[in-house]
């Protein structure tokens, strides 16, 4: 198994069988619907934990599942009690539905409503982005509404990943027959003073997860939300196509990550060959290179924010640290741990933190962040222009 590999996510997930970098547990929580667990962005991850202690517990987590299983106890629920005891921050459990949603979701795909929410502090499940041609967006609900219940469940309160089980319908305390394209899910929905009830039908969704648009100067935008299946590619692919000599700006604000594999893919967009993070397993350090032939002369600008996490992260350390990129922007969020999924006896999957990542400077992101060139707030594309225009853009 390379090294490259090691960060795929399994699509049958054996106990200890393979590895995956988990960023912010955002993909996994959210695949159903697109949801963005605000609540774990918020959850900073201890700097000074070790990866030693955060291994520790695979066994416990296993043990705490069978016996609520033989007990007729939720294992999801035990075993999610026993990753919050042992301490490990970044890792969580989720459904066996919810993990090959995930596995989807990183495909390019899942199935839902595409909407994004976000639990605020009061509780509340609020809107922060709807897919276009979604059925969510058909029906007419918009950023900044409320989501009150999912087929009479009131999700006042709930985790993020508990209301997108409701709207998947693999919820325990849900009766729905099935979370396939073409069933329903009744939601709840409250804007302002208004409230209402609307019936939708689960579709296939496709995130188009890199977007290219050119600037009235020249420079080219490549966007990349997420590194899904195909994402490092169509990098590339978008600089091979920009005319030659013009900048590039290289979007990842917002992005939480996605496969390791796709941002290394990426790297290799913009640089020939050599080191792009190191990482360790249990102690045993391993590294990840791009590969040759990437292109190393056009002026590269890395745009981020404090939504940059994880997989996002690893790719601006390595433009930063190897003087090919000027990032601009604000402090990314400090995701660097690397997570392995176990299987669980119910078919539930823990993902749980065995080490972190360096750049190739050797600097450590997990609670740290990057700190971009220059800091910028809403101005930051422009200020990128600026910046191409002094690298001779």
Known sequence: MSGRDLFCPPRRVRRGAALTLVFASVLVAGAATGSLPGSDRERRPDAGRTAAAASSHPEEVARAAEEAM???????????????????????VYSKGEYEEFEDALDGEYTGVGLWARRERDGRIQVIKVHSGSPAAAAGIRV???????????????PVSEVVALLRGDAEDTDAPDATAGSTVRLGVERGTRAWSLTLRRARVS????????????????????????????????????????????????????LVSEAVTAASAFLDGGLVATYDVDGEQQALHAEPGGD???????????????????LTGALQDRGRAVVVGS??????????????????????????YRTPGGRGVDGQGITPDLEAGQEALSRAETVLDGLGQ
Request: hydrophobic residues 35%; charged residues 25%; glycine residues 14%.
């Open 207 to 258: 995130t188009d997860s890199v977007t290219v648009r050119r600037l009235p100067d020249g420079a080219t935008v490549i966007k990349v939300a997420a590194f899904t299946k195909g994402s490092g590619d169509a990098v590339r692919e978008a600089v091979r196509r920009a005319p030659e000599g013009d900048g590039v700006v290289l979007d990842l604000r917002g992005n939480s990550g996605g």
């Open 70 to 92: 033989e007990s007729g106890q939720s294992p999801v629920e035990a075993a999610q009690r026993a990753v919050s005891r042992s301490g490990d921050r970044w890792g969580a």
């Open 331 to 356: 402090r990314t969020f400090g995701k660097g741990s690397v997570q392995m999924p176990s299987e669980l006896p119910d078919g539930s999957v823990a993902e749980l933190t065995v080490g972190h």
């Open 296 to 314: 190393t002369a056009r002026p590269l600008v890395t745009l981020v924010d404090g939504g940059t996490m994880s997989a996002a992260e690893l």
């Open 144 to 158: 900044g509404d409320r989501l009150r219940s999912v087929d009479g469940k009131n999700v006042d309160g709930r």
